[in-house]
Nanobody, 114 residues
């Protein structure tokens, strides 16, 4: 059974940092392309970053230069380091195994106060 579990969300002041983690199990992690998404209240879910199994990382323009994705194959985990957070980054952040298959985590809340 494939599982995707996010952690690391919380409340932070504008300009602060958080690191999200996403642990995947039940799948050959080295084969996965992973993604981070977010959904703010009243808005559609949007793509944040993609981390391929080869280590290529792409970012949405809204987070480029502030967020950094990484993966640790020994821990079957991907991370999203978020720096210089802004109130508009407030959202539920989701991790996704884009392929193989399509699996989502339950999300973790990130709240940035002004």
């Amino acid at each position: 059974q494939v599982q995707v579990v996010e952690s690391g969300g919380g409340l932070v002041q504008a300009g602060g940092s958080l690191r999200l983690s996403c642990a995947a199990s039940g799948i050959i992690f080295s084969m996965t392309t992973m993604g981070w998404y977010r959904q703010a209240p009243g808005k559609q879910r949007e793509w944040v970053a993609t981390i391929t199994n080869g280590g290529t990382i792409q970012y949405a323009d809204s987070v480029k230069g502030r967020f950094t994705g990484s993966r640790d194959s020994a821990k079957n985990t991907v991370y999203l380091q978020m720096n210089n957070l802004k109130p508009e980054d407030t959202a539920v952040y989701y991790c996704r195994i884009i392929r193989p298959g399509d699996y989502w985590g339950q999300g973790t809340q990130v709240t940035v106060s002004s």
